[in-house]
DNA sequence: CCAGACGTTGTT
DNA sequence: GTCTGG
DNA sequence: CCAGACGTTGTT
DNA sequence: GTCTGG
């Protein structure tokens, strides 16, 4: 599953979705469910450019009688994302992109766990295959929030965790966001990222806690 | 028909 | 809102 | 995802 | 053990 991801290159950012970042995000080298992250939605048809949207990571589908949803939808299955009611309206229509270089899975073994950092060859920027949603409470405030779609884990990622988030291939970035793409094609995406263009590598138990948002969790042991 | 759930992961 | 279970 | 808390009453 | 917070 994919409960920890990093994105602290926010230089080639820009340039390499073509958004404006907003002002209030800052790198993280420990990003944890509940905290507002960088998506990106939009494109297609009419649209020029995508725009740059902060979520809460843990979608709360728009029915939902409350925000507790949140704490638990960090996460799609690829495998059944258009068939649940919590997924499938946003599958259909509001679909984003994640940013991120890289993402954290904890190995279990011998009653311990051990943190693993993978990421793209020299760091570079991918992005997950997200969903959003909109929701408002009774008394008018509104909450948007995300989840990010798993997959089966690929052969590096294996070892440390049977499964890991979708990050789309760069050219089926645009056809994620467009509204225009049909159902079918769309859960063509989501496949396991080919290992031999990945690195995985054991890092510090630093990492744990979200609290140590630190260079030093994304070096190897 | 209405009521009630709506999720993933990991562990047992 | 929409699906599943009864 | 992991870490850390997990409660009420009454008083300030 | 289970929920909340980050």
Redesign the pocket.
Same mark, same amino acid.
């Given at each position: 599953?994919c /409960?920890?991801f990093s994105l602290f290159d926010m230089f080639g950012l820009e340039v390499r979705f073509n958004i404006n970042l907003p002002e209030s995000l800052v790198p993280s080298y420990n990003i944890?469910?509940?905290?507002e992250i960088l998506a990106i939605i939009g494109g297609g048809g009419e649209q020029e450019r995508y725009r740059a949207q902060l979520l809460r990571w843990g979608l709360i589908?728009f029915?939902a /009688?409350d925000a507790?949803a949140s704490? #638990?939808?960090?996460?799609?299955?690829a495998e =059944?994302?258009e068939k #649940?009611? %919590?997924?499938?309206?946003s599958f259909a229509r509001r679909r984003c992109l994640i940013p991120a270089d890289g993402f954290y899975e904890?190995k279990?073994e011998e009653g311990r #766990?051990r943190p693993y950092r993978i990421t793209l060859h020299n760091g570079e920027l991918f992005a997950f295959a997200g969903l959003w949603d909109e929701w408002s409470s009774p008394r008018g405030e509104t909450i948007k929030s995300c989840a990010i779609i =798993?997959t089966l884990a690929n052969k590096l990622v294996e070892p440390v965790?049977?499964?890991m988030p979708v990050i789309l291939a760069r050219e089926a970035e645009a056809a994620w966001l467009d509204p225009r793409t049909e159902l079918p094609a769309l859960k063509e995406l989501l496949q396991p990222y080919p290992p031999q263009f990945m690195e995985c590598y054991e890092v510090s138990?630093i990492v744990? %806690?979200?609290?140590n948002d630190r260079a030093e969790v994304v070096e190897p042991l």
């Open positions: 599953m /409960g920890r944890a469910p509940s905290q589908p029915w /009688g507790d704490k #638990k939808m960090i996460n799609a299955r =059944t994302v #649940k009611a %919590s997924f499938k309206e904890w279990k #766990k =798993t965790h049977d499964r138990a744990n %806690s979200p609290r």
